[in-house]
């Protein structure tokens, strides 16, 4: 099993920055990568960022520029720097693995952009 927990998340105002933080522990074996998604209300919830654990990083389009992802080992945390927030990226961020036919999904964040 993983156990997956999120930090990081708040109120910025819009141009701002806030980097998310994804605390991982348990059994990594046969794990692939760490993803980052997001959800609002009423939506599906969406692919942000990807790392693998060689560090090959993946972006969604609209978050492609200034979202970044990054992992440190020693830690066995991931990160999400997000830099140009604007409101439409307010949204709960989660970060997922998946370990074989299992699917492990932190508690969520909430990112608030407001002014």
């Known amino acids: 099993q993983v156990q997956l927990v999120e930090s990081g998340g708040g109120l910025v105002q819009p141009g701002g920055s806030l980097r998310l933080s994804c605390a991982a522990s348990?059994?990594?074996?046969?794990?692939?990568?760490i993803g980052w998604y997001r959800q609002t209300p009423g939506k599906q919830r969406e692919s942000v960022a990807f790392i693998t654990t060689g560090g090959v990083t993946n972006y969604s389009d609209v978050v492609k520029g200034r979202f970044t992802i990054s992992r440190d080992n020693t830690k066995n945390t991931v990160y999400l720097q997000m830099n140009s927030l604007q409101s439409e990226d307010t949204a709960v961020y989660y970060c997922?693995?998946?370990?074989?036919?299992?699917?492990?999904w932190g508690q969520g964040t909430q990112v608030t952009v407001s002014s």
């Open positions: 348990g059994n990594f074996f046969n794990i692939a990568g």
């Open positions: 997922r693995v998946i370990q074989g036919l299992q699917i492990y």
